[in-house]
């Protein structure tokens, strides 16, 4: 664990709170152990964490890091990232006071505080821990193909983009998974997933050389002593800023399944002006790149229906049936019950 | 440029010149501008560099650094790398005996040279330089889709697997364009490159999320000043270790065409029991790839034929173009100007 899972956090997600870019902070709130005791963001100060983001947490919005004092956080955690993950200089005199006032800090970005000369010399000084859970173990090594040998299921959840469900689908299944008796472990790729799990590495922070291998690591590290292993996926092969890292983990991670993420309301990759392609299509772009090294198939589909409502939400997920002839759901608002079914129907299956 | 190109190297082999890890001193000979004075490698001592590699180069064969000084080198260049680009505790005294008798050290490892505590001290009290060339530059970004904007004709290498001839068939393109009178740039992506080339990023050396915009900072810069760019591939994408660097690297490049590379002796992917597929497949996966973000077409077949005679060697090429239907060559053994010509008939072909 990189820090105990007690701890009580504070979210720091200035300006920020239930928008775009503060996917960290909600997926802290829906799925970490530690008790969240506030929110930081003056822009939604006041409001509940419910009416904002439809997390049931009865933390506080709060305006600043002073404000936040009042419920007792042992960490600063901080909730919001853009891309490229540096940290915006508005944030430092807060991250700073926050030390001062006795906090470690929990930090997600590509930007590493602990190798932040001024930030590192107030938390030396004042004895605070800095967590850069992005920072990658030492020593790893090119992938050698070892993740097809373990016992476990594996499971990678893929995405038609960035931010559409994949480590929510990943956290999900692996609920289901323990709550039906069977033994599963949640492999954490990314910085908000490891904040959760207390443990993974990220892998869009490893080296190119050693991102498969990081990947390889990992399951094998949790593929020998689970009858399931989920993979919480990054990125997406249709998106040109990021699709190295998405087949890099496909490659090393060799899953026996996935489980193809979209999000409804989204039309193009990323900022860009790329369409992103239909659901069959993404489907045969992934299992054909997963062939090239070991076959997986995609047995189900997990969309993000935000901004829909229940009945629009309910064709969606007719929709994506009836276009690819697999089980579709929103596991957030319907649950996922019918992916981990396919999961299971797909182990079971006769090779 | 991170070097002169008027330094006498000695390039330091020991026990692998001519054989499978010696792709950098054997590449540093037949391309780079600069000078070199002598080879080090105790197995092959007193051979000639024909003799052991077929690159005629007048550079005696050395048993070690102590017996390279008689040539006068500036330099002492690091030419073999394992899989996973570690430093062999062997290797150490060599490398301090060098500093020590007056020599800076050109590294192209993932392990770096000036982050070696007693390796950089020694060369700080020697005053000689420690030229780590795979560190890449700071600040990159995510790549944006830039890449595919310039007004260069971009040309990709692309690969069955890593050492097949990539780097060597960009050279040669750039070559070719440059005595044809056409403005054109090789474009470094990798340590031996950039060692010949005299700058560039190596792309397996960068951290995940921004391996593609290394290779778009690069087609960038060089894009808007030449007719023709030929961009240096890295990996293969059947290549379970590498793939997601080659992935990065054809999106972030976003070229125009691609030169499909395939060492002729090969079978199995890397040391991997893996069957590499036919050509004609590996074309459509590159193609399948390209099309995600920017459609790319192959328009030849570069083949490396060591190990086959002359008659061997032609009959390999005869079966890839039959096999494909586009022209193929050896660029060491046949020339390239048949590559050169379907990249220059496919600019010219109407849209």
Redesign the interface.
Same mark, same amino acid.
């Given at each position: 664990m990189y820090y105990s899972q007690q701890a009580r956090l504070a979210i720091y997600a200035q300006g920020e709170f239930g928008k775009g870019h503060s996917k960290t902070a909600e997926g802290v709130l829906r799925y970490a152990p530690n008790p969240v005791v506030a929110v930081i963001d003056g822009s939604e100060c006041g409001k509940t964490v419910e009416q904002v983001t439809g997390i049931p947490s009865p933390a506080p919005i709060v305006g600043s890091v002073i404000d936040c004092l009042d419920y007792r956080p042992d960490a600063l955690l901080i909730g919001t990232a853009w891309?490229?993950?540096h940290l915006p200089p508005e944030w430092r005199p807060e991250i700073i006071t926050a030390i001062k006032s006795g906090l470690d800090i929990i930090n997600g970005l590509?930007d590493f505080l602990s190798e932040d000369e001024e930030i590192a010399q107030v938390a030396a000084s004042y004895r605070r821990k800095l967590l850069d859970v992005r920072r990658p173990p030492e020593h790893l090594? =090119?992938?050698? #193909?070892q993740a097809a040998q373990v016992t476990a299921f594996t499971c990678l959840t893929v995405g038609s983009d960035c931010s559409v469900g994949k480590m929510t689908t990943s956290l999900e299944l692996t609920r289901l998974a323990l709550a039906r008796g069977y033994s599963a472990r949640f492999v954490a790729t990314g910085q908000t997933g490891i904040m959760i799990a207390g443990e993974g590495i990220a892998?869009?922070?490893?080296?190119?050389?050693f991102?498969?291998?990081a990947a390889e690591k990992l399951v094998v590290e949790a593929g020998f002593a689970h009858d399931f292993v989920f993979v919480e996926g990054q990125g997406s092969? =249709?998106h040109? #800023?990021?699709?190295?890292?998405?087949?890099?983990?496909l490659?090393?991670a060799?899953p026996k399944t996935m489980i193809l993420c979209h999000k409804v309301s989204k039309t193009c990759v990323g900022e860009?002006s790329?369409p992103i392609?239909a659901l069959p299509k993404l489907i045969s772009?992934y299992q054909?790149?997963a062939n090239?090294?070991r076959p997986a198939s995609v047995v189900g589909i997990s969309l993000n229906t935000a901004g829909l409502n229940d009945q629009q939400a309910r064709q969606a997920v007719e929709a994506a049936e009836a276009e690819t002839g697999l089980p579709a759901t929103d596991p957030l608002r319907f649950g996922a019950d019918n992916l981990f079914e396919a999961v299971l129907a797909f182990r079971e299956k006769p090779a």
């Open positions: 891309t490229g993950g590509h090594a =090119v992938a050698s #193909g892998i869009d922070r490893v080296i190119g050389d991102m498969a291998g092969l =249709v040109p #800023g990021f699709s190295g890292v998405t087949l890099a983990l490659h090393g060799c860009s790329l392609p772009v054909g790149s090239l090294v």
